[in-house]
DNA sequence: TCATTAAGTCCAATGAGTGGACTAAACTTC
DNA sequence: GAAGTTTAGTCCACTCATTGGACTTAATGA
């Protein structure tokens, strides 16, 4: 029933204690040895060793006298090393191609932003560009003084990890070995390569450093093309059977609704998706062949909300409501206390969450004691590279040891 | 960001490894200690020290030499004990109350139901009665020689574990303490009373005794007077923010159907729930006051079917398609390979399971790999107090020092 | 200056798991 | 049927992370 693969044994052991060491530095950094023994409920003894590990590996370092003005001897504080570890994420999309680099506490070391549209080109062409930009910034951020330890790549479609393949059909991709191929062209590191769908990483990416901190489990709607979402349920990425988890794009928004390439009706793609939202506005979806930092459409879209136009609100309301049903759905099913909304959705946000508050409290309001609040998502385009890298970060902190 | 509370110190591991051992011999039973060390990674040595704890527990027994014809000195078989270690699972719902004691190895050991409609009686007279009828059942256990170590409560509503409180409109339940109430009341049991949503315990108990065996995670949708969900995994009970996670039954399935009382409009109980299905067959949902163990419009509803009644058939037709509104979005956020139909859909599985199916695989069919199969749930109105037991027995596994 | 307080280090002790040697109990072969 | 082979289970000296208490260090307060 409930299982346990692996035994324990006294190196597991210290391991845990490790990254639980780890753990309350970064929580409560600057912070004594003495406090870290309270906090952890290990002894002095114990700490003490686990904090000269981890000096050793550079994972942590003194941080000065803070004086406190207490009576005894002053504790030596300790913090996260601004030091060489840091994580790098990458994104590949439909309309851009994007890179950043974390160190352990989050401040950003380096960043890429490569307009192009991938949903044309062959796989390989998309590939050895994503390579060049990732090998750029890490160069970049070794001559800063950091060392990228992992990568993890965003893609907008289904990671079977099994099989170790991406799915994406809206730039086209089929069976694509993404792990296998960046590996084998990124210089090595002890953490590896990793393919994670963009929603799950941009749900991360808010959860740690942007509109989704504090808040411990939250659903994370990601909207360009097609829409999906990433699910946080107590801080943890919620990935469900197959990895496929949060594809809310296909949920049933209207039963009677127009048909869609999944082969049902009315799902919310069909009606608060960006080509959607565009037909309603009665913009035309052109893109230019060329590339364009926003896609022509969007920008425009924009403007023409900004400005007032008729047409553009109540296509936008309509989208709202469409995805209020969704997302009932989702509140209540999963039971999030946040929803944040992202990618286009982020950009819609001031005309479209109103509606789609409204929509939540009136019909969730009586039954559940508190209605999830409705975000903008905070990092904008990097929320996805952001959770990236943040997660070769969480890695190490859960793990110090993996840094050689 | 990634967070482990507790440290590790040689007893954790310990614990631990004796879980593990203990899982292994419950999942390969009858095993010897040498298959044992193979499948845990633990040392022929250490494996030796643990059955021997576990044996002075009175979890584990030798089950006679089994020759296999193999060549050496033959092993000794070790099984899970069917002995004393037992837990009970109770239930409280609209029309009865029910109890189930189960061993290590899933056996009933003894088991109780009650007709009785406790939607118009008071808290504590149902309590009352419920209590009764555990003191009977865990005597009767004695007598046969088994002990219960721990006790769960089915309800049917949602249990505030912050609170220690259970809110259950359906029988007119409000913030009633239910555990402490219950642990007050009950002979001392090592693993104390614990109170858990009925849904929750029903999936657990298919999960585990029924029809979801062999499914790592699926859907157990129980409906009676409301329609509610338990979600399962990868063996683990899913439980959301608040421990509101699976409430299925407000699910919008018809933005311009009827209005709801949660506030909304269209949701799978207005559609697919016991009285919506009755109305639309013309079945006048009298409930006589007294108590029936199949409440009289349920089993006038099904006599229908089975002859044919066409409009009882185009009824549950309607149900059916509701519900799979409700499923599609279920499917394409939790990604789960099975549904189970428990509660009354149980009965109606045989003509709306069908209906169910095709809107399924019509829908997801072009995008996930595989459509999950449906199934009704095969311990009818026992699945919940088996769940409530089987979480004894699970706990038990988990951390068998507990018992005492 | 001396007592007090608290941080950090040192060290012997504890105890779970290990690995190899040993014994036990079957089967195979001559 | 006796000797050799194979596998199961036990014994025991050893390793090593954590512990707890004693000790050292460094500040404050009287």
Redesign the pocket.
């Known amino acids: 029933m409930i299982t346990r693969e692996a ?5 597991t ?2 391991d845990r ?1 490790l990254a639980l060491v780890l753990g309350e530095i970064a929580r409560h950094q600057p912070v ?4 870290l023994a309270e906090l952890t409920g ?5 700490v ?3 904090v000269g590990v981890l000096t050793r590996l550079q994972l942590v370092e003194g941080a000065g ?1 803070v004086r406190e003005g ?7 504080p300790l913090s996260l090393a601004s030091g060489p570890v840091a994580g790098l994420g990458l994104e590949v999309n439909g309309h851009y191609l994007a890179a950043c680099v974390l160190d352990m506490n989050g401040v950003v070391r380096g960043r890429a932003h490569i307009a192009r549209n991938s949903r044309d080109r062959p796989v390989g062409e998309t590939l050895d560009a994503l390579v060049r930009m990732a090998r750029r910034v890490i160069e970049e951020a070794a001559e800063a003084g950091f060392t990228v330890m992992g990568t993890t790549v965003a893609v907008p479609g289904v990671v079977d990890r099994a099989a170790g393949t991406v799915n994406a059909p809206n730039i086209g991709w089929q069976a694509v070995t993404v792990e296998a191929l960046l590996a084998d062209s990124l210089p090595p590191q002890p953490i590896g390569v990793r393919v994670e769908n963009e929603a799950n990483l941009g749900a991360l990416g808010e959860l740690w450093y942007g509109a989704g901190r504090g808040s411990g489990s939250y659903v994370y709607v990601s909207g360009e093309a097609g829409i999906g979402a990433g699910l946080v349920v107590d801080g943890e990425l919620f990935r469900g059977a197959h990895g496929a988890a949060g594809e809310i794009g296909h949920v049933v928004v209207d039963p009677s609704g127009p048909s869609c390439a999944c082969g049902g009706r009315g799902c919310v793609e069909q009606v608060a998706g960006l080509d959607a939202v565009l037909r309603a506005a009665a913009i035309e979806s052109v893109d230019a062949g060329g590339a364009g930092h926003l896609p022509d459409a969007t920008a425009e879209l924009l403007r023409r909300l900004e400005t007032g136009d008729a047409l553009a609100a109540a296509a936008v309301e309509a989208a709202g409501s469409g995805m209020a049903v969704a997302l009932i759905a989702a509140v209540n099913l999963l039971d999030p206390d946040t929803v944040v909304l992202g990618g286009l959705h982020a950009l819609l946000a001031p005309w479209m969450a109103p509606h789609i508050e409204s929509a939540l409290s009136r019909s969730g309001g009586r039954l559940r004691g508190s209605v999830p609040t409705i975000r903008a998502a905070a990092l904008a385009s990097e929320s996805a590279v952001r959770g990236g890298a943040g997660t070769v970060v969480a890695r190490v902190l859960a793990d110090p040891m993996v840094v050689s």
């Not at 035994?7 to 190196?11: A, M, Q, Y």
């Not at 004594?32 to 406090?35: G, S």
């Not at 207490?70 to 030596?76: L, Q, S, V």
């Open positions: 035994p324990t044994h006294l190196g052991m210290r204690n004594t040895r003495a406090r290990l002894t002095k003894t114990t003490a060793a686990q006298p207490g009576r005894g001897r002053p504790g030596a």
